[in-house]
């Protein structure tokens, strides 16, 4: 894949190499088991290997030659690929791989490597990839030194954009840190390895060991927290890469920079200003927000994030705070209490009277826009007492007044701009959920869950038919 081992968790002798329980067995293969330079595999195609660009715990990544090379062809490979191969085909070594593989012919995205070919069901398994000669982010961090400002915003609008790919289509990757971070050889990156990514839910004892690397871990996988794994999960690595890139600090070399929950701390790293003093408070801002130790004050979604960092490379106006989330936790508890009484719905009521639920509620006035057309706003409302208006360029859809139903879900799980205006007629409260919240809460209450599906089901059939004659 790259001079280093970039999507097998990198070297042995990596200190950033996975976190893996002493208890669970290894599974590499000796040496002589595994296959050498000029070695022929064969998939869908022949395969000649080369050089080893790097070995993991699982197996080894080499430079190799498509033999069947024709260009006439657009099924065939490139000349130059990287080919991973497994150790040994034995326990958690065939599962990460054809997990890997799973997720990665899922993922269509120019920052995610393509997979052209693989075999697992011969004496070798492998997989063959898209091949990054320029390497990681890791290789090139001891000799760049201070990096430019705008380098990092391209890191950021690049995983981001690879990771928002990820979780739209459930999956977290778990393990970004700079060794899976490639150079695609014109200034932009490519996120790898997805041999850990797991659905966006993750329930205890599903996963065998503690995922993600050293120094780049959230503090939810520091502490082995799987009922608190999200899309969150993934934006505090992302957010310690660019912190590391920013400062030039190897994060797996310096785990003595990150901070623990003890009650004291805010972030799990330094402020940047702390190292770097020419970078913006805007780029300080961003990064900052992804290292909140307290999962809830992340943002909520990559799109939020990706809303932001398009909006700096575009030179327009970003507001940190939408209007309904502005609104959250502003409202007091006998006023929540006195709603509660007045709902109809006994699940609503059960929801809404479960403890934590309380800083999700919102009150909005009279004639108060709650989202507006053409808006980045990843966040969805649970409607609970009042009418909404909902209206595009100017004209009135509908008016949604059901208590329990839900507003703006597409936009927040589909990353999204706003494809209406809601505005309040007369006092509305709503429970404000983004991205991420709102996948908690929907896998938490599959009866609600089913009414949201439902519900878009009802909207879709009342969408005019095409009319193949006129194309639309």
Not at 28 to 56: I, N, Q, V, W
Not at 58 to 77: E, N
Not at 190 to 200: H, I, P, R, W
Not at 382 to 391: I, M, N, P
Request: charged fraction near 25%.
């Amino acid at each position: 894949m790259d001079s280093a081992p970039t999507d097998l968790h990198s070297e042995q002798t990596d200190p950033g190499s996975p976190v893996t329980d002493p208890a669970v067995p290894q599974v590499e293969s000796p040496a002589s088991e595994t296959p050498g330079f000029g070695t022929e595999l064969r998939g869908h195609f022949r395969y000649k290997l080369y050089r080893k660009l790097g070995r993991g715990a699982f197996g080894s990544v080499f430079l190799a030659r498509c033999l069947d090379r024709d260009p006439r062809r657009d099924d065939c490979p490139p000349e130059s690929v990287a080919l991973k191969i497994l150790g040994s085909r034995r326990g958690k070594a065939s599962e990460l791989l054809k997990r890997e593989l799973s997720a990665m012919l899922a993922l269509e995205h120019d920052r995610i490597p393509k997979v052209y070919d693989w075999n697992l069901e011969g004496d070798t398994s492998f997989v063959v990839m898209e091949n990054f000669p320029s390497g990681s982010l890791r290789d090139v961090m001891p000799l760049q030194g201070a990096v430019e400002e705008e380098a990092i915003w391209r890191l950021l609008a690049d995983l981001l954009s690879a990771l928002d790919v990820a979780h739209r289509a459930s999956l977290l990757h778990l393990d970004i840190k700079p060794a899976n971070v490639l150079l695609d050889g014109n200034g932009g990156y490519v996120l790898t390895d997805f041999g850990v990514s797991q659905a966006s839910r993750i329930e205890r004892g599903l996963l065998p060991f503690s995922v993600g690397s050293r120094g780049y871990q959230a503090p939810e996988q520091r502490q082995e927290r799987f009922d608190r794994y999200d899309l969150r999960t993934d934006l505090w690595s992302v957010g310690a890469t660019a912190w590391a890139m920013a400062t030039g600090l190897n994060l797996a070399e310096r785990c003595d920079l990150v901070r623990e929950d003890d009650g004291n701390a805010i972030y799990g790293l330094p402020p940047l200003s702390d190292f770097r003093l020419n970078l913006s408070p805007e780029l300080e801002e961003v990064i900052m927000s992804l290292l909140h130790l307290d999962p809830a004050l992340r943002p909520g979604s990559v799109a939020e994030v990706l809303a932001r960092v398009q909006a700096k490379g575009s030179g327009a106006d970003w507001g940190a705070d939408t209007l309904a989330a502005a609104h959250r936790s502003n409202v007091s508890d006998s006023d929540i209490d006195d709603l509660i009484e007045r709902l109809v719905d006994p699940l609503l009521i059960a929801i809404c009277r479960r403890r934590g639920f309380r800083g999700y509620f919102v009150k909005f006035e009279d004639g108060e826009v709650m989202c507006a057309e053409g808006e980045k706003s990843y966040y969805a409302l649970l409607l609970l007492q009042g009418s909404v208006v909902v209206s595009r360029n100017g004209k009135e859809l509908t008016r949604v007044s059901r208590e329990g139903s839900f507003l703006g879900e597409v936009a927040t799980l589909a990353s999204i701009p706003r494809t209406a205006t809601m505005k309040a007629a007369g006092e509305v409260w709503a429970c404000v959920l983004n991205a991420a919240e709102l996948e908690r809460f929907l896998t938490c209450n599959p009866a609600m869950a089913l009414r949201v599906i439902r519900y878009m089901a009802y909207r879709l059939s009342k969408i005019p038919p095409i009319d193949e004659k006129r194309g639309d």
